[in-house]
């Protein structure tokens, strides 16, 4: 019954249109008077206590990194060296935005901003070249979403906080499958633009490569600076944020000079809004967190999940095709946030590490932003190249398919992830 409530009061406020951050505080209310715990000072206390959290201080200045990324001219910069590096080759504006991508991922964490900047300067010379345009738009958004799986990620410092897992270690271990996802969407690329007459660009030559890479080496030194950081504990997860964001800032208005104070001013205010949404969703979900663990119902998922329980394998298989269901009608931030104090006791029951369930899970609510209905970042891509939403549901899907491909290929093969992760953290 008491399952029922949470999810019933949850989908039901949902259903209504109500917003998400507020539906979990009806959630949070309805279990409260199951229980008979209904009390409005523990209610606001519990809100309180959500966003009170040192780690989560990275949100913002990843977002903010990210703001200053795309409007201070480093994504323009990396666009341009990926360009002179593969844009050649047949297919090549595609190969260029899966490079960009990779490499901005390491910069600022957000797909969403990373998929608005590549589809900002991408895609419209994709179409421009003759590219089929709901399939490059498919392609950009797929390349964008990893973003949350390459550190530094977002996604992993809220699954970290809600999760208690080590953010550092969660940023160590999505190295390999972020990677990993990239080279998966190049061979679907590769597959997919052979069969496209389209003249690629000419090749660029070993002086404009040299100046490319010059131009961008500023912005690839951030990236350098956080993980060597993370691994040698110069400082912690929360802190590189601050010094990404630090950074971000005295390159673009010092270096690059591409952001005044009209520029910096809207930045803050971008970072601010996008950071105060985030927050609000956690300190709401914090209640029915409490409430999770107040009621039990870790105990009784574990009890539903019994015969997997033996075969961790097949329980994670059970998982993910879980949050896949859910990715399709709910954003990233709020699935992380619902989902995990429900998980995360079975996953401990069952002996699996916490760490590597962190990757899978965060890489699952990532490609979650590009299935339909919702789709986060496909919303973005309509957006930026104006273009019909069935049009880029369309195009990414076998982009969609070759992630999940990924995902479970690393669910059968643990391995993959968790022995780079041990080395790396070595």
């Known amino acids: 019954m008491t399952v029922f409530i949470f999810l019933g009061s949850l989908l ?6 109500i917003p998400i951050a507020y539906a979990l505080l009806v959630c949070g209310v309805a279990l409260m008077w199951h229980l008979d715990l209904f009390d409005a000072q523990i209610l606001a ?34 666009v341009k060296l990926a360009m002179t590096l593969v844009g050649h080759v047949r297919g090549g504006l595609g190969y260029v935005a899966i490079l960009a991508a990779v490499m901005m991922a390491a910069l600022s964490g957000s797909a969403v901003a990373d998929t608005a900047a590549l589809a900002a300067l991408l895609l419209p010379m994709m179409a421009a070249a003759g590219h089929d345009k709901a399939r490059a738009g498919g392609l950009i958004a797929s390349a964008g979403i990893i973003a949350p799986i390459i550190p530094p990620s977002i996604g992993f410092v809220i699954f970290g906080v809600a999760a208690n897992v080590s953010i550092g270690k969660l940023f160590l271990a999505g ?22 007459n389209v003249s690629p660009p000419p090749k660029a030559s070993s002086a404009e490569r040299l100046q490319a890479l010059r131009d961008s080496t500023w912005a690839l030194v951030l990236p350098v600076i956080v993980l060597v950081g993370l691994k040698f504990g110069v400082f912690t997860p929360t802190e590189a944020a601050v010094v990404a ?21 809207e930045v803050f205010i971008a970072a601010a809004r996008t950071t105060a949404v985030i927050m609000f969703l956690v300190a709401a979900a914090m209640v029915s967190a409490w409430l999770i663990t107040v009621a039990d119902i870790p105990s009784q998922m574990i009890g539903l999940l019994q015969p997997f329980m033996d075969s961790p394998t097949l329980l994670l298989v059970a998982i ?24 995360m006791p079975v996953v401990k029951a069952a002996g699996i590490d916490p760490v590597y369930f962190g990757v899978l899970f965060i890489m699952n609510n990532a490609i979650g932003l590009i299935t339909p209905p919702v789709g986060t970042v496909l919303n973005v891509v309509a957006g930026v190249g104006k273009m019909k939403m069935d049009a880029v549901t369309r195009g990414v899907l076998p982009f969609m398919v070759a992630q999940f491909t990924v995902m479970f290929l690393l669910v059968a093969f643990p391995s993959i992830v968790t022995v780079p992760a041990r080395w790396l953290a070595s």
């Open 245 to 265: 964001a630090v950074y971000a800032l005295f390159v673009s208005t010092v270096v690059y000079r591409e952001m005044g104070w009209k520029e910096t001013r």
């Open 175 to 196: 190295i390999v499958p972020g990677l990993l996802m990239g080279l998966a969407i190049a061979i679907t690329w590769w597959w997919c633009a052979r069969r496209e």
């Open 12 to 17: 039901g406020a949902m259903a209504l249109g």
């Open 320 to 343: 993910m095709l879980l949050v896949m269901a859910v990715g399709t009608a709910m954003d990233m931030t709020p699935t992380i946030l619902i989902m995990t104090p429900v998980l």
């Open 45 to 78: 206390q519990n809100v309180i206590n959500g966003a009170d959290s040192f780690p989560l201080l990275a949100v913002p200045f990843f977002m903010l990194a990210g703001e200053i990324m795309n409007v201070g001219g480093l994504s323009r910069r990396i």
